[in-house]
């Protein structure tokens, strides 16, 4: 074993090249191979010629050389890749049989194949008496297809790969309500902000415990026109998580202002508080604090500080913390509606507080119809068509929370002991006290960029959740610039079947023995 393992990492493939004509007729015509083969004749120089050179040109044929140590050891083929399903057909040389080289080869080979064309499966014709190349083909992963016969003839077996499911990082489930809602305001031929939007607003601010919500065109002009409401003007300084999403700066950014980037801690990947109070200075006039992943951030800590408090709820909220709810805490909060997010609608947004004052000047603000002119009142109106969809889904917030705990559940089930085995991943620590939007590992020393790639070849789309929007030269933050590079997200939310859900498991698991092994 550990000499298949050292040496399948020198295992490459490369495109045939016409140079490589005359080094294939002499293994095609190889006895050895000739006898593995379906046809069982040699060919002649003038047939493999003109078939090679019209193979390279063509889109339904692919050819790859298997190398190991860049020495050519045989040959992967594909033919008929411009039709739904392809052919493929392999050898090695006779030294390099029996070492586990050519499934290696393989595997590489159709997940290439996979990867860069639409093929939806792969088929092979493998002989009878040729037990060893039907073990490889099924190490692979290719089955004889049941309920339909299995050998072309009595000499011949067919066994077939599909493509790997696609399980996509993030999924909204659309329920016959939700449809049904939209439809209504469709028929009622109103779409602009109207009667659904008021009872959006109205369900919202009941489910958070506050007195007003306002909703906007989406979750940028939630967190403009909170800090607008709060007086942040040309030159104040706003502390913001250095891990978060750039809509947090931008909004700051927007009103002339200095977003501050502020470390992370560790255990929740939510700002740290007291690295926001060492960061605060008489410019200070307001501090984000996003409830990372639908992780709670601290909001109690920062209330002590004299400085306003938005809420960033756009993970999650509705979850009940210390008699206050997730979502209603700060001197305002704000949530994203856009299609990613915990409740997703496309786009919108909404502010949610206690202050009348915030609420109206915020209202106003949204939509600059019958205003007198003012660079800082645009168009951040919310749509009837978003709103009916947000208060459909509303309605069903907590069986959404329970079931991305259940998801969050299995993953911590199925994944403790890879995690505890490999010791190249963490997993987040489960608790109740929180809603799952993302199921965020952490890879240590592994490079996330790499990891997501490997699962995207296995069907699985993860991803590195937050982009680093800091620029350079800007004030070090260890533990955010740690989090941007090692944290991987995988797929999370209600929709997720246990089927696919085991698959990203085993794929996971798969990725990280691959990395074990060097």
Not at 107 to 128: H, K, P, T
Request: with cysteine.
């Amino acid at each position: 074993m550990r000499s298949y393992i050292a040496k399948r990492k020198h295992i490459h493939l490369r495109s045939a090249i016409i140079d490589d004509a005359l080094m294939l007729f002499k293994w095609r015509n190889d006895p050895f191979i000739i006898r593995s083969g379906i046809s069982q004749k040699p060919v002649h120089w003038q047939e493999h010629s003109v078939w090679f050179q019209n193979s390279l040109k063509a889109s339904s044929r692919r050819i790859f050389l298997i190398e190991m140590r860049k020495k050519p050891i045989g040959q992967v083929r594909f033919d008929a890749c411009d039709t739904p399903s392809a052919k493929v057909s392999i050898y090695l040389l006779k030294p390099f049989i029996g070492k586990n080289l050519g499934v290696h080869a393989l595997s590489q080979a159709c997940q290439r194949l996979f990867a860069e064309s639409d093929v939806d499966a792969i088929v092979a014709e493998i002989r009878s008496d040729n037990p060893r190349s039907l073990r490889a083909f099924q190490k692979v992963g290719f089955k004889q297809s049941p309920g339909k016969p299995h050998q072309e003839s009595k000499d011949i077996i067919k066994v077939l790969l599909e493509r790997p499911v696609q399980v996509p990082h993030n999924r909204l489930r659309f329920s016959l309500f939700d449809k049904q809602s939209v439809n209504h305001v469709m028929t009622s031929g109103h779409v602009a902000g109207g009667p659904y939007l008021s009872q959006m607003e109205s369900t919202l601010a009941k489910t958070m415990g506050t007195q007003h919500a306002v909703g906007v065109g989406s979750g940028l002009a939630a967190l403009r026109l909170t800090l607008k409401a709060l007086d942040i003007r040309q030159g104040s300084e706003v502390l913001v998580p250095a891990y978060s999403c750039v809509a947090l700066a931008n909004a700051v950014l927007a009103l002339g202002a200095v977003p501050v980037p502020v470390d992370i801690r560790r255990d929740d990947w939510n700002i740290d508080p007291d690295k926001a109070k060492k960061a605060i200075t008489k410019k200070t006039s307001a501090v984000i604090a996003v409830n990372t992943f639908g992780a709670p951030a601290s909001i109690e800590k920062f209330q002590t500080m004299g400085i306003p408090v938005i809420e960033d709820a756009s993970h999650g909220f509705g979850v009940k913390m210390k008699g206050l709810i997730l979502g209603g805490r700060g001197t305002a909060s704000v949530v994203s509606f856009y299609a990613t997010k915990f409740i997703g609608a496309g786009e919108g947004g909404a502010i949610l507080t206690r202050q009348s004052d915030i609420a109206a000047k915020v209202a106003s603000w949204r939509d600059y119809s019958n205003q007198p002119m003012d660079g800082g009142c645009l168009n951040d109106k919310m749509t009837d068509l978003e709103a009916a969809l947000v208060s459909s889904q509303l309605k069903r917030l907590h069986d959404n929370i329970r079931s991305r705990q259940k998801v969050a559940q299995r993953y911590h089930l199925w994944l403790s002991a890879a995690s505890h085995q490999s010791k190249q991943f963490k997993l987040p620590s489960f608790t109740s006290a929180r809603v799952w939007y993302r199921y965020v590992i952490d890879l240590s020393t592994l490079p996330v960029v790499s990891i997501i790639q490997k699962l995207r070849r296995r069907g699985i789309i993860a991803a590195n959740p937050i982009t680093n929007w800091r620029p350079k030269g800007s004030q070090p933050c260890p533990i955010a610039d740690y989090a941007y590079q090692h944290l991987l997200s995988l797929p999370c939310y209600p929709a997720l079947t246990l089927n696919q859900q085991r698959l990203v498991c085993r794929s996971l698991s798969a990725v990280m023995k691959e990395y074990s092994h060097g």
